[in-house]
């Protein structure tokens, strides 16, 4: 299960009770530098498409506000976006959402010579996932999972 960093973790308690009235919540936060620039990612989520203006929308929410907090010393870009069809899944709030769905698992190290695995989500518990790989369940320890994301192939 990925960690959180202090700034996303912040980040992300602080708007959750601005985006609580509203039809949208966080899928997830992320705050990383690449290259020379810092960027602040807000991820939502919401029953149906998340378009354009839905990022626009929970944007000019949040934008100020944040500017008031000052979560970030450094100079960031704020982006506000769908986590996307192939979403990344690094909680279990992730994992339940999409029980009986494809999903693509990477590990750290290899399992029956494999570090990748495309399956059926089929359990979720605190500590692991079952996926269904063509007829045969695979458990997989969070703690050994590298990178997990919806599959749409």
Request: charged residues 35%; proline residues 6%; hydrophobic residues 35%.
């Amino acid at each position: 299960m990925e960690k959180k960093n202090a700034v996303e973790k912040s980040v992300w308690r602080f708007l959750e009770p601005l985006l609580e009235p509203t039809p949208y919540e966080i899928y997830d936060v992320e705050y990383k530098k690449e290259g020379a620039e810092w960027f602040l990612r807000v991820y939502i989520d919401k029953d149906g498409v998340i378009d354009l203006d839905d990022c626009e929308a929970v944007t000019n929410l949040i934008n100020e506000p944040l500017d008031e907090l000052d979560p970030i010393r450094d100079p960031y870009f704020l982006e506000v976006s769908s986590p996307g069809v192939e979403r990344h899944l690094g909680s279990v709030r992730h994992f339940r959402a999409v029980i009986g769905e494809k999903i693509r698992v990477k590990t750290y190290t290899k399992i029956e010579n494999s570090k990748e695995w495309v399956g059926t989500l089929t359990e979720v518990s605190e500590e692991e996932i079952t996926i269904d790989v063509q007829g045969k369940p695979m458990v997989f320890p969070y703690d050994k999972i590298a990178k997990a994301n919806l599959s749409v192939f």
